[in-house]
């Protein structure tokens, strides 16, 4: 059995500097990691990559001979990699034995809520081989600074694990920045765990762009309310405990914190139940870490 993380996000989100960063963690635990960069508009790549799409399929010779601008061609690439799974499947059956894996993909969100070719390429490896992965979806913390953002922010993290169904975790990376955007309406806990959307109303209808959106805005609302899924872990990946809380989530979706334990079904289970030990960690700690002590007085006030 192999466990791994599909690392997924809009673009800027900071993936390629993830997998750097995260392999390196891991491979102080004593992991051996394995990234599989699957991003074939990623030419400049900070990482080591056991498996690259480059030596399958490039963009820039697909927009040449197709003439398609950077999203077409990254849809064909896609569709290219799912014709030919074979490829990748041959690739990773000498990893698949004692490797963890972390898959890169591109940047396009539509290849994760709109088409099926991606969804379709990991749901092939899943089966063949036997993965069992969790999908690390990573937003740019600054989206938080602006109520508009942040709704579109959480739609697209919403569609996203519908299309994807896959275990799966939502983080606000560069976490470390957030103070450099603006003040936050409300302290970070409001949009870590996706809290009352009623209140963002007040915010948006203050601008002019968004005010005459109020209709469509609050059905949208009503609709990632209603769902219930959405909620935000933190990360700044030069932070080691940081990324050490992401990695103990990360291990309890996929499974992997099950197997190098030799139990009784009611010992699994009670792990699998018992909560991890870093609700502080993932809010307050973060808040108090990244953004002024005056702010975060002024913002629980106004959630009061």
């Known amino acids: 059995m192999v466990f791994g993380q599909v690392v997924i996000g809009p673009p800027g989100s900071g993936k390629t500097t993830y997998c750097n960063g995260m392999s390196q963690f891991l491979s102080l635990l004593g992991r051996k990691v394995a990234v599989v960069n699957l991003d074939p508009a990623n030419d400049a790549l900070p ?3 056991a498996i690259n799409i480059e030596d399958l399929i490039k963009l820039s010779d697909v927009m040449a001979e197709h003439s398609l601008g950077p999203n077409g061609g990254l849809v064909y690439c896609m569709d290219y990699l799912e014709k030919n799974i074979d490829w990748l499947e041959e690739k990773l059956k000498p990893l698949i034995e004692d490797h963890y894996l972390l898959f890169d993909f591109p940047g396009q969100v539509e290849l994760f809520f709109l088409h099926s070719n991606a969804r379709s390429v990991i749901n092939k490896l899943i089966k063949k081989l036997n993965l069992r992965l969790t999908a690390v979806h990573l937003i740019d913390a600054h989206l938080c600074c602006e109520p508009g953002k942040y709704v ?21 990376s560069k976490i470390d920045l957030i103070e450099n955007y603006g003040n936050l309406a409300f302290n970070l806990e409001f949009y870590t765990d996706v809290q009352d959307l009623s209140y963002l109303q007040h915010h948006l209808e203050q601008d002019p762009r968004s005010a005459k959106y109020r209709k469509l805005t609050k059905e949208l609302c009503d609709v990632i309310d209603d769902f219930g899924l959405v909620n935000f872990s933190t990360l700044d990946i030069q932070d080691k405990e940081s990324v050490g809380n992401l990695v103990k989530l990360i291990d ?13 079904a009611v010992e699994f289970s009670k792990i699998a139940a018992a909560p991890l030990d870093w609700e502080y960690y993932r809010t307050a700690e973060v808040q108090e870490k990244y953004m002024k002590d005056d702010e975060f007085v002024q913002q629980t006030g106004r959630m009061q």
């Open 47 to 49: 990482y080591e990559c």
């Open 152 to 172: 579109s922010a959480l739609l697209l993290s919403l569609s996203t694990m519908i299309h994807f169904e896959l275990p799966h975790i939502n983080v606000l």
């Open 252 to 264: 309890k979706s996929n499974g992997y914190i099950f197997s190098s334990i030799d139990s009784s």
